[in-house]
């Protein structure tokens, strides 16, 4: 993919950019390992003056880079304001507590004297410069989950974006430069995929990140297995959305449509597969494709649109190959299963809701990466597990239902990083996001999240002569 911004509402290309050469690329991991020096000794309120500094100049920057978010990769405009308002939030969220998350742990005397020591102390080190590779469908916060208490840890980060989001990705080095970090901290490499590799090899970059696919996610980790560095990888999800006899079923409708279609149907945690148990299928059928219909697809920049282009074409045309497989196997479209007639340039598909799925059908085991939603019946609570539970991914998931029993039952038994009860599933940094199974491994946000680019030291004390 070349590194270019190509407006997915129109498909036309605005701006290019040529990537970094192999001197570019040695300059910037030289700048990253001397800024790592110097910044893993400074103190927390000298980072979180930093950090809070970043969130102030994102806040008033707000409206603009909205604007370059949805130009380069089609989200709502609303949506857009609304990420850059959460990584602000995010910042200054870890410039407030990272002290406290990396505090000392002090070990019971007790508990370590048989070892003959005095006392022992637990200490969270950074570890040195972190190669971030990042997807574009959520440009801005899926950086800022990483950076921010990549950075207030004392470790550096570097930044391979996806090459469709050149311009967000470039704003975002000049926004930790204009915050006062020193040079090398926070940088943007403008490079394919191919280049990530010698990166990720280079001594000077101690771990990765990595959002995105499960091909890329299985490349990073192989590179990074046999460099033996850590990496943390937050992968696809195809994530069930429960709904059982008790739930507010109006509610559980609404939200269901915000669950699958936010950011354009394009979020690894959106709702995917519709598990309803047999009693409240066709109640909650009726209101859900009701809505989902009822959507405006659109310009993302207008404020009326719900949903906007796909990010690329390809995305498309991979998504139509689902739906397309499905119906052809006998799956029925209630709702959308095509382009709209009236969008003739972009990357457009309208919001599908998909029955009579099997297990032959692709888009039963397969992640769709846009605004189609398959709808499942079920007979009970046992059928409703082994349905959700029957997919090689598990990001998170959802269960709509007010009997304690079900919950502590779905909550022991779902194979997923999460589960969201009478809700959707959203991220937020106090709480620790990631997957199971093929969806990666690790965990970002909240301390758990934080310690992940830590050195976990132990420091022994013996007894005093």
């Not at 109006?250 to 669950?259: G, P, Q, S, Y």
């Not at 039952?409 to 937020?428: C, I």
Request: proline letters at 5%; hydrophobic letters at 40%; glycine letters at 8%.
């Amino acid at each position: 993919m070349a590194i270019a911004t190509v407006n997915p509402a129109t498909g036309e290309t605005l701006k290019t950019f040529d990537a970094l050469n192999a001197g570019e690329i040695e300059d910037r991991l030289v700048r990253a390992e001397q800024a790592f020096q110097d910044h893993r000794r400074t103190s927390f309120a000298h980072r979180a003056e930093l950090l809070h500094r970043a969130a102030d100049l994102l806040e008033a920057d707000q409206d603009g880079i909205a604007r370059t978010v949805t130009t380069e990769m089609g989200k709502p405009l609303a949506q857009a304001r609304a990420e850059a308002a959460k990584c602000v939030k995010a910042m200054r969220w870890y410039a407030d507590r990272a002290e406290a998350l990396l505090a000392d742990e002090h070990p019971d005397p007790a508990d370590v004297r048989d070892s003959g020591a005095a006392r022992a102390v637990v200490r969270y080190r950074p570890i040195g410069t972190v190669l971030a590779v990042m997807p574009w469908n959520f440009p801005l916060w899926q950086v800022v989950r990483f950076a921010a208490p990549a950075l207030m840890a004392g470790n550096t980060g570097l930044l391979k974006h996806a090459s469709n989001v050149p311009q967000t990705a470039l704003y975002l080095e000049e926004l930790f430069r204009r915050a006062g970090y020193p040079d090398g901290c926070f940088q943007t490499l403008l490079i394919g995929s191919a280049a990530v590799e010698e990166v990720l090899r280079d001594p000077r970059v101690a771990a990765a990140t990595l959002t995105g696919s499960e091909p890329a996610g299985r490349a990073v980790a192989a590179v990074a297995g046999d460099e033996i560095k850590k990496t943390v990888l937050e992968l696809g999800g195809s994530d069930p959305y429960v709904v059982l006899p008790s739930a507010d079923l109006d509610k559980a409708a609404r939200i269901a449509v915000t669950a699958r279609v936010q950011n354009n149907g394009q979020s690894c945690i959106a709702a995917k597969r519709f598990i309803v148990h047999a009693d409240v299928h066709d109640a909650f059928a009726e209101r859900f494709t009701a809505r989902m219909a009822a959507l405006t697809v659109g310009d993302p920049m207008d404020e009326a649109t719900d949903v906007g282009p796909l990010a690329s074409e390809q995305g498309r045309s991979d998504l139509e190959e689902l739906v397309d497989d499905a119906v052809h196997q006998g799956a029925r479209a209630q709702c959308g299963g095509r382009r709209p007639p009236d969008r003739h340039a972009g990357w457009f598909y309208e919001p599908t809701v998909l029955t009579g799925i099997t297990p032959s059908m692709r888009i039963h085991q397969e992640e769709a990466f846009g605004p189609v939603a398959t709808l499942y019946r079920v007979a009970d609570l046992d059928e409703a597990i082994a349905l959700a539970n029957a997919t090689p991914f598990g990001l998170s998931s959802n269960a709509w239902t007010r009997d304690a029993a079900e919950q502590d039952r779905l909550a022991r038994d779902l194979q997923a990083g999460g589960v969201y009860f009478n809700g959707m599933t959203a991220s937020h940094p106090g709480l620790p996001f990631g997957g199971a199974k093929r969806s990666g491994y690790g965990r970002e946000l909240s301390g758990h999240g934080m310690r992940e680019f830590c050195n976990m030291t132990t420091v022994w004390f013996g007894p005093q002569e």
